[in-house]
């Protein structure tokens, strides 16, 4: 078998409605797929006017919106209309990329009809529970995610500091990487505009500490408003930037009075937003895999980051940035504030971080991906019941 013998089936929770991390890479993946001579069929949850332009054939899962998060949905199983496309393109390949119902009935149905199944693990979804006050439910959380995870013949993850956590959390023994790329065009260091920073209202002299993300509780923001708070004690001069949208913005603004809020951006605005800025401060410890991390460091931005999952595998400790114990107020203070006062120090940190980022390539990282798949599907050929 090779890639043009492919026919996957793609089952996510969130492939075109909201933009982040995981639905870019997936559609990057999906387009290689098609553009190398395979097959992809995508069952998902779609909405009215999606914030991604989908990439291949989408087939709507029923669904409902998360409450007070209706910017998501939940997939209420593969049924109906949505499984009998799913057996009529007779996929020899199932990749599942969130742990809702869908997947977990793609995975049952897989497991019946010979089928492998790739899991592809993008947010670590047992640490959302500690943000709302719930930590009790971690444990819980982690086993019902392992119970998906193990009936899969592998999982990938973004980074080995992720590896290591599904490792020692017993969720599978088969665990690849597959990391994430950068689009150049978008995310360099000729993208930053001093005409744009000042048309923000701030100073060309000025120190600009970004915040790049989904604004929602889950991605430190509390942190990143306490460490902001700490640096004003200590009189250490700066200017905040927050890059994005979320239900936590008027939280966020009224924790970080001053602010800048730019919203939403994406493409080269996007990229010009990032390039903009000075430090990046990144105290989420949710990810996987630092996109927004990695977009700073192909910015030439030196970054600050909690020592998690996210960043660990991307920043060189002392050399492109500082990793700070999660969750370490005072730690991050004492991180950023050298920064915001020694542009040598920024500079030098910044274009080891370019260097750094110049391996993340999107043609190499699919390609790894797709010999994921034929290393799957040539060693478990299916039933002919599927």
């Not at 969130?14 to 997936?26: E, F, K, S």
């Not at 040539?378 to 599927?386: C, D, E, G, L, V």
């Given at each position: 078998?090779?890639?043009?013998?492919?026919?996957?089936?793609?089952?996510?929770?969130?492939?075109?409605?909201?933009?982040?991390?995981?639905?870019?890479?997936?559609?990057?993946?999906?387009?290689?797929?098609?553009?190398?001579?395979?097959?992809?069929?995508?069952?998902?949850?779609?909405?009215?006017?999606?914030?991604?332009?989908?990439?291949?054939?989408?087939?709507?899962?029923?669904?409902?919106?998360?409450?007070?998060?209706?910017?998501?949905?939940?997939?209420l199983?593969?049924?109906?209309?949505?499984?009998?496309?799913?057996?009529?393109?007779?996929?020899?390949?199932?990749?599942?990329?969130?742990?809702?119902?869908?997947?977990?009935?793609?995975?049952?149905?897989?497991?019946?009809?010979?089928?492998?199944?790739?899991?592809?693990?993008?947010?670590?979804?047992?640490?959302?529970?500690?943000?709302?006050?719930?930590?009790?439910?971690?444990?819980?959380?982690?086993?019902?995610?392992?119970?998906?995870?193990?009936?899969?013949?592998?999982?990938?993850?973004?980074?080995?500091?992720?590896?290591?956590?599904?490792?020692?959390?017993?969720?599978?023994?088969?665990?690849?990487?597959?990391?994430?790329?950068?689009?150049?065009?978008?995310?360099?260091?000729?993208?930053?505009?001093?005409?744009?920073?000042?048309?923000?209202?701030?100073?060309d002299?000025?120190?600009?500490?970004?915040?790049?993300?989904?604004?929602?509780?889950?991605?430190?923001?509390?942190?990143?408003?306490?460490?902001?708070?700490?640096?004003?004690?200590?009189?250490?001069?700066?200017?905040?930037?927050?890059?994005?949208?979320?239900?936590?913005?008027?939280?966020?603004?009224?924790?970080?009075?001053?602010?800048?809020?730019?919203?939403?951006?994406?493409?080269?605005?996007?990229?010009?937003?990032?390039?903009?800025?000075?430090?990046?401060?990144?105290?989420s410890?949710?990810?996987?895999?630092?996109?927004?991390t990695?977009?700073h460091?192909?910015?030439?931005?030196?970054?600050?980051?909690?020592?998690?999952?996210?960043?660990?595998?991307?920043?060189?400790?002392?050399?492109t940035?500082?990793?700070?114990?999660?969750?370490?107020?005072?730690?991050?203070?004492?991180?950023?504030?050298?920064?915001?006062?020694?542009?040598?120090?920024?500079?030098?940190?910044?274009?080891?971080?370019?260097?750094?980022?110049?391996?993340?390539?999107?043609?190499?990282?699919?390609?790894?991906?797709?010999?994921?798949?034929?290393?799957?599907a040539?060693?478990?050929?299916?039933?002919?019941?599927?």
């Open positions: 078998m090779d890639v043009t013998d492919l026919r996957v089936a793609l089952v996510s929770g969130n492939y075109d409605m909201v933009r982040d991390g995981p639905t870019q890479a997936l559609n990057r993946l999906v387009g290689h797929v098609l553009d190398s001579g395979g097959a992809v069929r995508i069952f998902a949850p779609t909405v009215k006017n999606p914030q991604v332009e989908a990439v291949g054939e989408v087939i709507s899962l029923p669904s409902v919106a998360i409450p007070g998060r209706s910017e998501y949905r939940i997939p199983g593969l049924f109906g209309e949505a499984k009998a496309k799913f057996e009529e393109f007779r996929p020899n390949l199932v990749h599942v990329a969130s742990p809702d119902r869908a997947s977990r009935q793609a995975v049952d149905w897989a497991r019946k009809n010979g089928v492998p199944v790739l899991a592809s693990v993008h947010t670590r979804f047992e640490t959302y529970p500690r943000y709302y006050k719930l930590g009790f439910l971690e444990p819980a959380v982690e086993a019902w995610l392992r119970a998906m995870y193990r009936k899969a013949d592998a999982l990938v993850a973004p980074s080995e500091g992720m590896v290591d956590v599904l490792k020692a959390q017993r969720m599978h023994e088969d665990i690849g990487i597959w990391t994430r790329g950068i689009d150049r065009s978008i995310f360099h260091p000729e993208a930053r505009d001093m005409e744009w920073r000042r048309s923000q209202g701030i100073g002299d000025e120190v600009v500490i970004s915040f790049l993300g989904r604004l929602v509780m889950e991605k430190g923001l509390d942190i990143f408003a306490d460490t902001i708070i700490e640096l004003r004690k200590r009189q250490v001069p700066h200017r905040v930037m927050v890059i994005g949208d979320g239900p936590a913005r008027s939280w966020f603004e009224k924790a970080l009075p001053g602010g800048i809020f730019v919203g939403l951006q994406a493409g080269t605005d996007l990229g010009r937003a990032v390039a903009s800025s000075d430090v990046f401060f990144n105290p410890i949710t990810e996987t895999f630092g996109n927004v990695l977009e460091m192909a910015c030439a931005i030196p970054v600050v980051a909690a020592n998690a999952t996210g960043s660990s595998s991307l920043v060189a400790d002392g050399e940035g500082v990793l700070v114990t999660p969750g370490d107020v005072s730690g991050f203070a004492d991180a950023l504030a050298p920064y915001c006062t020694d542009a040598d120090l920024r500079a030098r940190h910044g274009a080891a971080g370019l260097e750094r980022s110049r391996p993340y390539t999107w043609e190499a990282i699919n390609a790894s991906m797709v010999d994921t798949y034929l290393r799957l040539n060693a478990k050929p299916p039933k002919r019941s599927a």
